[in-house]
């Protein structure tokens, strides 16, 4: 099978970059998206061009590195894949695919087709956690998790931090990816104690990032590779309503945000100037 690639090439995120055209002979129906991608390099590589740059690491959908648009979808055309378990048995012989990497101001390109995700990794840094005191393992069965949270946990999870949903969106919105890691926490038994500060921190630190606002396209649904739902979305508003509730009454320390008195604080002050006055 014989295609046609037409790939954007970018040395930097500081240099403008441009696509380029190849052809790919040799291409067999069982060989991966990632395989054949492998094949471009080699051929390039004898000829002393220089290899095509494209993260990956696991090859079997776990990661999220594989990333990248192809003919504009992110991850290609097949529902809950990602570019490294899509096949070339689901493309024809001469046609022509147009690679590009995400497209959003908050993944900058660092080479081709790879981009720098570290965004994610700072909306992680403010809450995707747990505290628990150190010391000898706990009894298993200390904390019981009912079925339902234990699901609902399992299908936040899923979510491999990818970016396609950042890349999909029209506003390139990262809120299902805040709402997949927070629901995965928050519906734990474990996670209670720090649920207001761990959704505030990290809804404070997306919005820290050049991410947009979703305005439920539902684009990141359509192309999640692990299917993760728009409810979750709808959870973490929920949440971060009620977190911001209770923030009147107790002040959470939200990283990045202006810390606020306590209501009860302002009354008592409120009272004792009155009672000076007087």
């Not at 747990?130 to 200390?142: H, L, Q, V």
């Not at 971060?240 to 302002?266: K, N």
Request: proline share 6%.
């Amino acid at each position: 099978m014989k295609l046609s690639l037409r790939i954007w090439r970018q040395k930097d995120r500081n240099t403008p970059g441009r696509f380029v055209s190849y052809e790919v002979d040799g291409v067999t129906p069982d060989m991966s998206f990632l395989e054949m991608l492998d094949v471009l390099n080699e051929d390039l590589t004898t000829r002393g061009e220089e290899p095509v740059a494209f993260e990956h690491d696991c090859r079997e959908g776990i990661c999220g590195s594989c990333g990248f648009l192809i003919d504009g979808v992110p991850h290609g055309p097949r529902r809950h894949t990602t570019v490294c378990q899509l096949h070339m048995r689901f493309f024809k012989g001469g046609d022509s695919l147009t690679l590009e990497p995400w497209r959003a101001r908050a993944f900058p390109v660092v080479r081709d087709l790879v981009v720098d995700r570290s965004a994610f990794d700072r909306i992680i840094q403010a809450g995707g956690y747990i505290s628990a005191p150190t010391g000898s393992a706990p009894d298993a069965n200390a904390i019981l998790v009912p079925k339902e949270a234990a699901d609902t946990a399992f299908d936040a999870a899923a979510c491999i931090g990818c970016g396609a949903c950042v890349a999909s969106c029209p506003n390139a919105a990262a809120m299902l990816f805040t709402a997949a890691k927070v629901a995965h926490l928050n519906s734990l038994p474990q996670g209670q104690p720090e649920r207001d500060e761990r959704t505030l921190n990290m809804v404070a630190a997306m919005g820290r990032e050049v991410f947009g606002t979703c305005s439920n396209h539902g684009e990141c649904e359509a192309v999640c590779p692990k299917g993760i739902p728009l409810e979750f979305i709808a959870a973490l508003n929920r949440d971060v309503i009620r977190a911001a509730f209770r923030r009147r009454r107790e002040p959470l320390h939200v990283i990045g945000a202006a810390q606020h008195p306590a209501h009860e604080d302002v009354c008592e002050s409120n009272s004792a100037q009155k009672e000076s006055s007087t």
